[in-house]
T-cell receptor
Framework: NAGVTQTPKFQVLKTGQSMTLQCAQD?????MSWYRQDPGMGLRLIHY???????DQGEVPNGYNVSRSTTEDFPLRLLSAAPSQTSVYFC?????????????FGQGTRLTVV | KQEVTQIPAALSVPEGENLVLNCSFT??????LQWFRQDPGKGLTSLLL?????REQTSGRLNASLDKSSGRSTLYIAASQPGDSATYLC?????????????FGKGTKLSVKP
């Protein structure tokens, strides 16, 4: 019963490098999203997807790209890492974005950009 | 724009006490409200999900209430234990400007002393 799986758990990047944070869910959920969590700022939405082939921006999308080619996977790409992107990243999924939609979260990716 | 506030930001209680954590939100047009627990360095674990039409939900020693008209929810923890020490987050899923995305409070950090 895997739920939402994020990889890697930890990552250190140099400024300007690119990388992809992976997120996969095995619950056949239509809705997936990415948040970042920073001290004093709480959880903020980066991007979300309501189904395969459909993505949209959240509150803090700059510097990040997403795509959703399958129901199961929702990777988050950092195009050119900056120190301001040092954060803990969480992926979440739910069967919809409406009623009765309980959200499930992955264990997070702790990213440091130096 | 929906805003979620959790008071207090931190709470320390002796073991065995009953306690209440508070969550307030500014827009009552919500699908549901969800309470999460987050242990240090870990992901978010769903505790309770309350639909907009419900008044409360219970799971073991936890009871969450919802008063949508006043924009308030409380999480009641009975007979607290040191293992309850964690950060508790509430989030609302509204059908206003956030398009069904979860909006989080900044959490209440609970410490239960033996």
């Amino acid at each position: 019963n895997a739920g939402v799986t994020q990889t890697p758990k930890f990552q250190v990047l140099k400024t300007g490098q690119s990388m992809t944070l992976q997120c996969a869910q095995d619950m056949n959920h239509e809705y997936m999203s990415w948040y970042r969590q920073d001290p004093g700022m709480g959880l903020r939405l980066i991007h979300y997807s309501v189904g395969a082939g459909i993505t949209d921006q959240g509150e803090v999308p700059n510097g990040y790209n997403v795509s959703r080619s399958t129901t199961e996977d929702f990777p988050l790409r950092l195009l050119s890492a900056a120190p301001s992107q040092t954060s803990v990243y969480f992926c979440a999924s739910s069967y919809s974005s409406r009623r009765f939609a309980e959200a499930f979260f992955g264990q997070g990716t702790r990213l440091t950009v130096v | 724009k929906q805003e979620v506030t959790q008071i207090p930001a931190a709470l320390s209680v002796p073991e065995g006490e009953n306690l209440v954590l508070n969550c307030s939100f500014t827009d009552s047009a919500i699908y549901n409200l969800q309470w999460f627990r987050q242990d240090p360095g870990k992901g978010l674990t769903s505790l309770l999900l309350i639909q907009s039409s419900q008044r409360e939900q219970t799971s073991g020693r936890l009871n969450a209430s919802l008063d949508k008209s006043s924009g308030r929810s409380t999480l009641y923890i009975a007979a607290s234990q040191p293992g309850d020490s964690a950060t508790y987050l509430c989030a609302v899923r509204d059908y206003g400007g956030s398009q069904g995305n979860l909006i989080f409070g900044k959490g209440t950090k609970l410490s239960v002393k033996p």
